[in-house]
Nanobody
Framework: QVQLVESGGGLVQAGGSLRLSCAAS????????MGWFRQAPGKEREFVAA????????YYADSVKGRFTISRDNAENTVYLQMNSLKPEETAVYSC?????????????????WGQGTQVTVSS
């Protein structure tokens, strides 16, 4: 059974930082491209960042470039999202996802497995 479990969310002031984690089980983690998405109330889910199974191949939404960093530890079956300089409009539920594609993608429909998400609230 595939499980993706996020952690690390919480309440932070604008300009602050959080580090999200996503622990995977039930898959050969090192073969999967991993992504982070977020969904604010009343809005569609949007892509944040992705990292291919080969470390170093990363892809970011323009809105987070230079502030967010995605990384992975294949030995620990975990993907991380370091978020700096957070903004109130980035308040959302952040979810990780996995796919077996040979390229990084921002498309929600191309991810096979999803976690339940972790709430990130940025106060002004």
């Amino acid at each position: 059974q595939v499980q993706l479990v996020e952690s690390g969310g919480g309440l932070v002031q604008a300009g602050g930082s959080l580090r999200l984690s996503c622990a995977a089980s039930g898959i050969t983690f090192s073969r999967y491209t991993m992504g982070w998405f977020r969904q604010a109330p009343g809005k569609e889910r949007e892509f944040v960042a992705a990292i291919k199974w080969t470390v170093g191949n990363t892809y970011y939404a323009d809105s987070v470039k230079g502030r967010f960093t995605i990384s992975r530890d294949n030995a620990e079956n975990t993907v991380y999202l370091q978020m700096n300089s957070l903004k109130p409009e980035e308040t959302a539920v952040y979810s990780c996802a996995a796919n077996l594609l040979a390229f990084v993608t921002s498309s929600v429909t191309e991810y096979d497995y999803w976690g339940q998400g972790t709430q990130v609230t940025v106060s002004s």
